[in-house]
């Protein structure tokens, strides 16, 4: 199986586990930072973690054997016959190309009767559901949090001026100059 593995999850771990399960020994795919940038649905600042960060998140895993570096976008026969694979496993992509490049991607190991294609479900969601990675989510939700936060900051930065207004009548010049430094 291989991927970008960027930001690790519970997913990721039972993704891999199902992976692990279809063999003996499982060899994991990293691929480079340029790949998954590209590939990336938002393209920009991905991947969050740098590939050795990656490699490390993914060795952690007790259900890794061993993890092949800069791991090829098409798993060819070179790759096949030099790591000793039985398996070729598919799992799910957090990036949508909006294209079917399984056919190309895994055509060798098609060919050899090697491919094995995850289905099912994990966390209760359909593996071929996924299209945004958590990574997307985790940044969704901060962006949420932020905006909410900043509407109550505001909130009360508004409603601590009326106090003090209301208690030594208005604002002198000097206070306004350093509310106009702080917002």
């Avoid at 790949?35 to 490699?55: Q, Y």
């Avoid at 994990?122 to 989510?137: G, L």
């Amino acid at each position: 199986i291989e991927g970008g593995w960027d930001v690790m999850t519970p997913r990721h771990i039972k993704l891999l586990k199902r992976a692990r399960d279809t063999g003996d020994y499982l060899i994991v795919g990293v691929h480079n930072d340029e790949l998954v940038a590209s590939k990336s649905i938002s393209r920009g600042n991905f991947p969050i973690m740098d590939l050795h960060e990656r490699v490390l998140s993914v060795m952690g895993c007790r259900h890794v054997g061993d993890v092949l570096l800069d791991a090829p976008w098409t798993v060819s026969s070179d790759v096949i016959k030099a790591l000793r694979i039985s398996v070729v496993v598919k799992g799910t992509r957090y990036f949508d190309d909006k294209e079917d490049e399984e056919d190309g991607r895994y055509s060798v190991a098609k060919s050899l009767g090697i491919f094995h294609k995850l289905t099912g479900t994990v966390d209760s969601v359909e593996i071929e559901d996924y299209s945004i990675s958590p990574v997307h989510d985790t940044i969704e939700r901060i962006h949420r949090n932020r905006e909410r936060f900043q509407k109550r900051f505001n909130s009360k930065i508004k409603k601590e001026r009326a106090f003090y207004d209301n208690k030594y009548g208005r604002q002198s010049n000097q206070t306004q100059r350093s509310d106009q430094k702080i917002t």
